[in-house]
């Protein structure tokens, strides 16, 4: 994580979000594993109306070189200070749709990270 460019407004405002975040629902099925869990969606539509409320605000870039896939992930307050932080790891094909579940994997792994959020029944 990148606090290089974090500021207190930025700290305070994360604290405050962080004090209403509630965990992500796991509403989303996976039939191959059996299991539950919170899905993309879920994840940023539980962070973005809280964040929204104290001025921060979530962006993710995608980035690839040839295998490797990095998601940068951006928390940026609304008096200028952000904080960055990357996740990435290799594709196990060039095919556009495994790399497309790999990003949103990363996506959804990487905002709950910097939200402070988990998923839960």
Avoid at 38 to 54: C, G, M, Q, Y
Avoid at 80 to 89: D, E, P, Q, R, V
């Amino acid at each position: 994580m990148n606090l290089e460019h974090a500021n207190a407004a930025l700290f305070a405002a994360m604290a405050l979000a962080q004090g209403e975040i509630e965990n992500a629902t796991k509403a989303s099925t996976n039939p191959h594993f059996k299991s539950r869990y919170a899905d993309l969606a879920e994840v940023l539509n539980t962070i973005r109306p809280v964040f929204s409320k104290h001025g921060l605000a979530i962006m993710q870039s995608v980035m690839a070189e040839h295998q490797l896939v990095t998601v940068m992930t951006t928390i940026t307050h609304k008096e200028g200070g952000y904080l960055t932080s990357s996740l990435a790891c290799t594709a196990p094909t060039t095919k556009v749709q495994d790399l497309g579940s790999m990003v949103t994997y990363l996506r959804r792994y990487s905002a709950a990270a910097l939200a402070g959020i988990s998923q839960e029944d």
